[in-house]
């Protein structure tokens, strides 16, 4: 029988990580940023109707179910921590964040956590951090995570307080956003909200930034306010467009048919059929991704 893994046989996941909560949406979610490969992978564990962990510095990733499974009973993320915590073989080497959906929540960092590490909870959130440029990185997790706005950005904006603040001392090189919502997955199916990860790349927070705007333009549909009409030179520039992508756009004084039928085409092939309307008006945020991709 092979042994279980322990400190000094696995690399540390030293990063920094904040697990929040909007109560008047019921979301619930975890943002985290390392210099490690893939960090989504390890750090973040998060369900509807029960809460966010993260579990971190030599992470034990079985705190990650087993945490949700005692968050679903009703315990309290202090009372889960204390629990985790003493079933585990090597407590000091371990670091975690917790909040449920009413806005509890709790932190702990053991004594072994590579300095600078520590963590503050409050009301709606949990932020942590270790082999960190000095406390100011957490400061900076719990200020981006108070601004205004949906839980994403709040989340986003905490990282990227964190690492103006100095961030993780070996730099940067993953990140990862989950968000769980009930029904809030793709087709209303399961409650993955958001899940993007970015495992590999020089600036990951920014490239994280812009894949949580892909996101919302593919999966996100038309506000009121973003609904142009086709016609005049809006009609002509889409037609100029769709032309310059491979398209064959009529060529008649309104929005014709077959103008129509190749917008729809476009639609489809690039996945904003949320987007897609029978009416003579083009969604505004589709309008300026087919004018940076003709651009390109």
């Known amino acids: 029988m092979s042994k279980c893994p322990q400190r000094g ?5 030293a990063t920094f990580s904040i697990v929040g ?3 008047e ?3 619930v979610g975890v943002a985290v940023q390392s210099k490690f490969l893939a960090v989504g992978s390890v750090v973040p564990w998060v369900q509807s109707g029960a809460g966010a962990i993260a579990t971190q510095s030599w992470a034990n990733t079985s705190y990650g179910p087993k945490g949700l499974e005692l968050l679903r009973s009703g315990m309290h993320p202090q009372a889960v921590i204390d629990k985790l915590v003493a079933d585990d073989p090597d407590p000091d080497a371990r670091q975690i964040g917790i909040v449920d959906m009413s806005g509890r929540s709790a932190t702990y960092t053991g004594k072994a956590c590579f300095d600078y590490a520590g963590g503050v909870a409050g009301p ?4 942590q951090g270790n082999f960190l440029a000095s406390s100011a990185v957490v400061n900076g997790l719990v200020k981006g995570f108070q601004t205004e706005g949906v839980l994403a950005d709040r989340l986003l904006s905490a990282l990227k307080l964190a690492q103006a603040a100095g961030g993780d001392r070996r730099g940067m090189q993953s990140a990862a956003l989950y968000i769980a919502k009930v ?3 793709y087709g209303g199916f399961n409650d993955r909200l958001v899940d993007l990860r970015v495992d590999e790349h020089t600036s990951p927070i920014d490239e994280l930034t812009r894949l949580l705007h892909l996101q919302r333009l593919y999966f996100g549909r038309t506000a009121e306010g973003d609904r142009i009409p086709l016609r005049g030179d809006t009609l002509s520039e889409v037609r100029d467009l769709l032309s310059t992508l491979g ?8 929005y014709d048919d077959e103008t129509k039928k190749e917008l729809q085409e476009y639609f489809l092939t690039e996945n904003f059929d949320d987007r897609w309307t029978e009416e003579s008006t083009i969604d505004r945020m589709v309008l300026e991704f087919m004018r940076n991709q003709a651009k390109a």
């Open 9 to 13: 046989e696995l690399p540390a996941v």
């Open 124 to 127: 709606g959130f949990a932020a």
């Open 21 to 23: 909560c909007d109560m």
């Open 183 to 185: 029904s809030g997955g």
């Open 247 to 254: 398209y064959h756009p009529g060529t008649g004084s309104g």
């Open 25 to 27: 949406t019921g979301e």
